[in-house]
């Protein structure tokens, strides 16, 4: 446009015209730009097509033309929150309420996803086998507490006393791919589970992911062998991921947990001292994490936030006093969260041509079509939870990134009224190729469901086939799978290859049993199904 004014400027009419206006004195205004555009036509009208000044005004406005397209058809980065917690439980029993521990109350926008790694859960023998069937308590309290806040559990995994659990917004679900869990044991020669990491990887809107949740041996002496833990788990967990086969192929990994890390060298009174005066920053050159990534390529590759809250570790029972028992254990920041953006592969041109070289091409087109950073809003301690020796860490992050995808694998609707008085339609479109089976499914689900296992009932994708028109799938549901009690509802497409749901419909009305009314059946009497979906909703 600044040459478009220098062209304007060199014409009379016009330019006495347009510079003498207030408007053109804001030229940045949506005004002042309507404005000169208006001038322009009229300016354009006067050319003769034979002067030179025509053809430097052509290509003049042809390049503002291909200015505007570009920024009209530049992808849009989209900002995601992420609230993260690590604790170590120490055995404890859950609290009554977390709200505080998620920040559910504050004023700041929703978080998109959580992601909570807890260490030392109760996993002695009946607790263990209970759970082979059942959530542990820890999880079954995240989940009812998330579940109503529109959050669904994607993915866990529990190793003994370590437990690793992803939590979405329902938004996002069709949009986390790959999902696949793992773990590693470092205890014991690596033969018990008491220490070691557990994980999980999944691709979000394209971009891989990795959690690893650890908790890595313990006391003053051994940071080296915590390190070479830790160094052992990032080599020896592998995924059947050609894009990501080890974590440290994913672009975004977090590590966190209860890391074990001591403060050094420092005596007891000093260490107590700037924690009373909170000058924690007199601590870190003495905090064995921070001195073994000085000299640990590995380790420096991830980043952490400033330790500006008070070491978590260790505390007496139901208090906030720090150990006093004839151990006096010296306080130490154990709990950490760190994260690591995968480094940007080297100059092409720099590269020899091999396997690797080539992976590391693609991987640096793929980082430059589609950026991704992170920021971390938040990192500190919850001083308010007492049931532990350890408090809680948690950390905020928002991640901006460009989508790879934003379409749903699969689209579903409920078609018609539904009720437990006929049997009721769905109908279901692939708007991308994907790989289907005979054993996905589509699940009935409660809105405000908490986990895919939550389901009132399902019906394979092929075995109740009804109908097919070009792209458009129609399978039943039995009415005598419907909840005579009715509420809203909502179905989900699940990928048993792809082990995910890919497909979410909007939510819809199940209306109450006519039938059942009329006859004044109660839901016991019907099916045992109705009589849990009963007491939910009533």
């Known amino acids: 446009m600044d040459e478009i004014s220098q062209l304007l400027g060199g014409t009379g009419r016009v330019h006495s015209d347009s510079f003498s206006s207030d408007a053109t004195q804001s030229t940045g205004s949506k005004s002042a730009l309507c404005h000169r555009l208006n001038q322009l036509l009229t300016f354009v009208d006067d050319l003769n097509p034979e002067e030179e000044l025509h053809e430097k005004v052509m290509k003049t406005l042809h390049n503002a033309f291909l200015a505007c397209g570009k920024t009209a058809n530049k992808p849009k980065e989209h900002r995601f929150r992420l609230h993260m917690v690590t604790w170590n439980v120490a055995t404890a029993n859950p609290p009554d309420d977390v709200t505080s521990l998620l920040h559910l109350n504050s004023q700041t926008v929703s978080p998109d996803l ?33 579940g109503p806040q529109n959050y669904i559990k994607v993915s866990s995994i529990r190793m003994q006393g370590l437990l690793l659990l992803f939590f979405t917004k329902l938004k996002h679900v069709p949009f986390i791919r790959d999902i696949v869990t793992t773990y590693t044991r470092t205890g014991l020669l690596g033969y018990w589970g008491n220490k070691g990491g557990v994980s999980i990887r999944l691709s979000f809107y394209g971009h891989m992911f990795c959690f690893l949740n650890c908790h890595l041996a313990a006391h003053m002496e051994y940071a080296t062998e915590r390190v070479d833990e ?19 192929d994913h672009r975004l990994v977090f590590w966190f947990g209860d890391l074990n890390f001591r403060i050094q060298d420092h005596g007891m009174h000093f260490v107590r001292s700037c924690i009373s005066n909170q000058t924690y920053n007199l601590l870190w050159s003495k905090d064995q994490l921070i001195m073994m990534k000085e000299k640990e390529q590995m380790l420096q590759e991830f980043d952490e936030g400033p330790l500006d809250f008070q070491p978590t570790y260790k505390f007496d029972l139901n208090s906030d006093t720090y150990d006093s028992s004839g151990k006096k254990r010296k306080p130490a920041w154990t709990d950490r969260i760190l994260w690591r953006l995968r480094p940007k592969p080297p100059n092409p041109d720099k590269l020899d041509g091999n396997m690797e070289d080539v992976t590391e091409v693609r991987e640096s087109e793929e980082e430059e079509k589609y950026p991704m950073t992170i920021v971390q809003d938040l990192y500190t301690s919850n001083m308010e939870y007492r049931i532990s020796d350890h408090k809680p860490v ?26 437990a008085d006929i049997d009721a339609m769905v109908s279901y479109t692939p708007l991308q190729q994907f790989p289907s089976s005979t054993w996905d499914w589509i699940g009935l689900y409660k809105v405000g469901f908490t ?7 399902f019906t394979w994708v092929k075995d109740t086939e009804v109908g097919f028109s070009e792209e458009v799938i129609q399978v ?27 497909g979410v419909s ?26 849990a979906i009963a007491s939910d909703w009533s």
């Open 506 to 531: 909007d939510p819809f009305k199940v209306h109450e049993s006519k039938v059942a009314i009329e006859e004044g059946l109660i839901p016991e009497r019907i099916n045992g199904l109705d009589k």
């Open 230 to 248: 830790f160094e052992y788990i990032m080599d020896v967990q592998k995924f059947e991921c050609e894009k990501a086969p080890s974590i440290a």
């Open 114 to 146: 959580y992601v909570i790694g807890l260490q030392e859960v109760s996993s002695g023998l009946l607790s263990s086998v209970s759970q082979l069937v059942n959530d542990d308590p820890w999880s079954l309290l995240f989940m009812s507490t998330l």
């Open 394 to 419: 948690i950390g905020t992050f928002t991640l901006q990134l460009r989508k790879m995808y934003s379409t749903p694998l699969v689209h579903l609707q409920a078609e018609g009224d539904w009720s």
């Open 476 to 502: 039943y549901v039995s009415k005598e799978e419907i909840p005579v009690r009715g509420g809203q509802c909502l179905l989900c497409y699940y990928s048993s290859i792809l082990q995910c749901i890919i």
């Open 451 to 457: 986990s895919m296992n939550d389901y009132i009932t």
